[in-house]
């Protein structure tokens, strides 16, 4: 099962851009690259999700090298409401075997000060 | 969609009393996850189900733990009986084969004194 490696905590100002990088060195062939972001007292919710290259939404950019043993997550111009947990994951939730087993680990604390 | 809906929101009970936290998954997903958040652990899961069956419950603690998905649209997840360190926001979240994305319910806060 792929585990992911990732900064326990972040700062940033308002209006900067932030790129919190993700290492998964065991990624398999198979599994996708996918962030949820976590507020105080809700749960995570989906932000963005990739494979390879580059995927952009409105929320935020997802960066993959060719190699995907890391990924990077852009939030363009953050605003003090982004202050969350972000939780890089690896895995394949299609899988009825173990490779369902997605782990969230404790994320990345940023907080964005005024 | 009302989204994931879990109920209690909040619990608070004695040590030796037996907790029932319920989920009602979106309709039509197919996956249903129980995960369990502390501050020393952080998220992790305890058992999910694929089309009202268990798949893989070795995350669960222990015997006092116990899930049950008698149908489509609805889960629980039962501890008997309870003990203070299990104390923790517990989340129930759904998943549609093919998503690969969880959908969360806004948890069950459990404070067992």
């Known amino acids: 099962l792929a585990k992911t490696t990732q900064p326990i905590s972040m700062d940033s100002y308002e209006g900067q851009e932030v790129n919190i990088t993700c290492s998964h060195n065991?990624?398999?062939?198979?599994?996708?690259i996918t962030w949820y972001q976590q507020f105080p007292s809700q749960g995570p919710r989906f932000i963005i999700q990739?494979?390879?290259t580059k995927v952009t939404n409105e929320v935020a950019s997802l960066f993959i090298p060719a190699d995907r043993k890391s990924s990077t997550l852009s939030l363009p111009r953050v605003s003090l409401s982004d202050t969350a947990v972000y939780y890089c994951?690896?895995?394949?939730?299609?899988?009825?075997?173990?490779?369902?087993?997605?782990?969230f680990g404790r994320g990345t604390q940023l907080t964005v000060w005024p | 969609d009302a989204g994931v809906i879990q109920s209690p929101r909040h619990e608070v009970t004695e040590m030796g009393q037996e907790v029932t936290l319920r989920c009602k998954p979106i309709?039509?997903?197919?996956?249903l996850f129980w995960y369990r958040q502390t501050m020393m652990r952080g998220l992790e899961l305890l058992i999910y189900?694929?089309?009202?069956?268990?798949?893989?419950d070795s995350g669960m603690p222990e015997d006092r733990f116990s899930a049950k998905m008698p149908n489509a649209s609805f889960s629980t997840l039962k501890i008997q009986p309870s003990e203070p360190r299990d104390s923790a926001v517990y989340f129930c979240?759904?998943?549609?084969?093919?998503?690969?994305?969880?959908?969360f319910g806004a948890g069950s806060r459990l404070t067992v004194l």
């Open positions: 065991n990624i398999a062939t198979n599994d996708y």
């Open positions: 189900f694929n089309n009202n069956v268990p798949i893989d």
């Open positions: 309709s039509g997903h197919d996956y």
């Open positions: 994951l690896v895995g394949n939730v299609d899988r009825g075997s173990t490779l369902g087993r997605l782990y």
């Open positions: 979240a759904s998943s549609l084969t093919g998503a690969n994305v969880l959908t």
């Open positions: 990739g494979y390879k």
